[in-house]
């Protein structure tokens, strides 16, 4: 105690941020966590790395704001740098919105490249995306939607709506954790076109139509089964 006094050295604390957040969840934790000081703005959306950040007592919440920019700007150029060829995506910053997409889309870090991979496939065939991740981004208007999706959330025009448009929405939608980032770079290699869930806490996926189909009717019959034991 008396080497820690004489050499002032101060309590290293940390904060996670987890994968996934969108900027309004950054900024509320930035401002809940008790010891840091100032103000902070909403950051730019996907700006920040999903990452345990060290700071010390009275450290500028802004501050470690921008040290967390930092580490997205730095992690994203280091990861386009080694992307796989022939991907269908032009800038880094594409590769920051699916990778926000696909962060939403899966908590199994084994899904990842493969959902990525079927997003990529049918942006090369120019099909929409239909991600609900997405949609709930754009009836949330940036937030975290407490709802389930509606139909009329599905059919609503929106530039995040990736039921009504094709491409790409304008932004990312989350923080993408670097697994995330390096799914939609590195994904793959298969010719899947749509996923749904299981039931089991992950997705099945479809080359075709018909096949998704199926994987669909499952899981709704998994859906009608948990709706009735609920009501018993």
């Known amino acids: ?24 969840q950054v900024a509320s934790l930035l401002r809940g966590t008790e ?18 950040y060290a700071w010390e007592w009275g450290f ?3 501050a470690l704001l921008r040290r967390a920019q930092a580490a997205m700007a730095r992690t994203l150029a280091e990861i386009w740098a080694e992307r796989a060829e022939g991907l269908p995506l032009a800038t880094p910053r594409e590769a920051l919105v699916l990778a926000s997409i696909v962060e939403r889309e899966t908590a199994l870090p084994e899904e990842r490249p493969r959902i990525a991979a079927v997003f990529l496939n049918r942006l090369r065939r120019g ?26 959330d599905l059919d609503r025009d929106h530039p995040f709506n990736t039921y ?7 932004a990312p939608i989350a923080a993408p954790g670097v697994a995330a980032l390096r799914a939609v770079t590195r994904p793959a290699q298969t010719d899947d076109l749509y996923f749904v869930a299981n039931g089991e ?10 096949e998704h189909n199926r994987n669909v009717a499952r899981w709704r019959e998994i859906e009608r089964r948990r709706a009735d034991s609920a009501q018993r």
Do not use: K, N
């Open 1 to 24: 105690m008396l080497a820690i006094l004489r050499e002032g050295r101060p309590v290293q604390r940390r904060l996670t941020i987890p994968e996934g957040l969108t900027a309004r």
């Open 127 to 152: 099909m929409p995306l239909q991600s609900d991740p997405t949609v709930a981004y754009a009836a949330a208007e940036g937030g975290a939607l407490e709802r389930p999706l509606t139909r009329a």
């Open 35 to 52: 010891g840091l000081t100032g103000e902070v703005p909403v950051p730019e959306e996907g700006s920040i790395l999903p990452e345990t």
């Open 201 to 210: 806490g992950g997705h099945a996926f479809a080359r075709t139509l018909e």
């Open 60 to 62: 500028d919440r802004a």
């Open 164 to 170: 009504r448009i094709r491409g790409l929405p304008p």
